[in-house]
């Protein structure tokens, strides 16, 4: 696991979208993993400046979101099917028929979280997924607990999360106790993983992350059997992490065409 400690959201925006930019000027059908929340937004802002400023294209790459909330119409604002067309696909020239999202709606949840898994495969898999992580240590919506292997399925919200994600609603009974999401397997057979985390209320969860033990009580520990996997922080979501000076040793000196 590759750990970059970086000045500001911009700072990590601009190192991701180079990661991204790279990917699509090797192949412009790249399939890439997207992800809602606040942490991914300004790598969002990054690459659609640069889609508007220097012509990068999305045209013929296709993209798989992390999950969807469970019982809420594609249509409603706060779907992640709506967030992030609103954030990021509606600014970009991505076909948005090929955005894919869990069906948060379908009949049968079971039956469709297996659907999602083999559309993922039927794509090629994910190139470059990126991730933020919750307080509690969930990635996508895989809650502590959850299987390392999982796959796509429903999952029940902690208290915690729908309190964190209260801030998207008018009020917290409004947001849904159910989800469904790529599991931790799912998301570990993407190529890259690209986890992004800022502020101080996540420097518990990243420092269980990258230095606790690799364990289902924190999901994102997964990343730590990942062969690619790289962790993105500003200075306060650093703060709790013991190594931060290795860290920053390990990025002064690495040779820039490595790239991430
Ligand atoms: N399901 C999403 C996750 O994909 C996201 O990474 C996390 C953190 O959100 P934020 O980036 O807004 O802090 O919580 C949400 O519930």
Not at 101 to 124: C, K, L, M, N, T
Not at 182 to 205: F, P, W
Not at 210 to 226: F, M, Y
């Amino acid at each position: 696991m590759e750990i970059i400690i970086a000045a500001s959201p911009k700072a990590i925006a601009s190192i991701v979208a180079d990661a991204i930019e790279d990917l699509l000027t090797e192949h412009a059908g790249t399939v890439l993993g997207l992800a809602t929340g606040s942490s991914p937004l300004s790598v969002y802002q990054e690459l659609i400046r640069r889609h508007r400023d220097n012509g990068l294209s999305f045209a013929k790459s296709r993209a798989f979101l992390l999950d969807e909330y469970l019982g809420l119409p594609r249509a409603h604002p706060q779907s992640y099917h709506s967030v992030i067309r609103s954030e990021f696909v509606d600014h970009i020239d991505i076909d948005p028929t090929h955005v894919y999202s869990p069906d948060g709606e379908a009949a049968d949840p079971v039956v469709e979280g297996q659907r999602y898994d083999a559309a993922i495969a039927a794509a090629g898999g994910i190139e470059l997924q990126l991730l933020g992580i919750g307080t509690d240590g969930h990635i996508g919506f895989n809650e502590p607990t959850s299987s390392l292997r999982s796959r796509t399925r429903v999952k029940t919200l902690t208290e915690q999360t729908r309190s964190d994600n209260a801030r998207f609603f008018d009020h917290v009974d409004q947001v849904p106790r159910h989800v469904m999401t790529q599991g931790l397997g799912t998301i570990s057979e993407a190529r890259h993983l690209v986890l992004v985390a800022t502020g101080e209320a996540k420097a518990e969860a990243v420092a269980a992350m990258v230095e606790g033990p690799v364990a289902a009580i924190c999901p994102g520990s997964v990343l730590q059997l990942h062969q690619h996997a790289t962790v993105l922080v500003d200075e306060d979501a650093a703060s709790r992490l013991k190594l931060a000076d290795y860290y920053r040793h390990v990025y002064a000196n690495k040779p820039r065409w490595q790239g991430i």
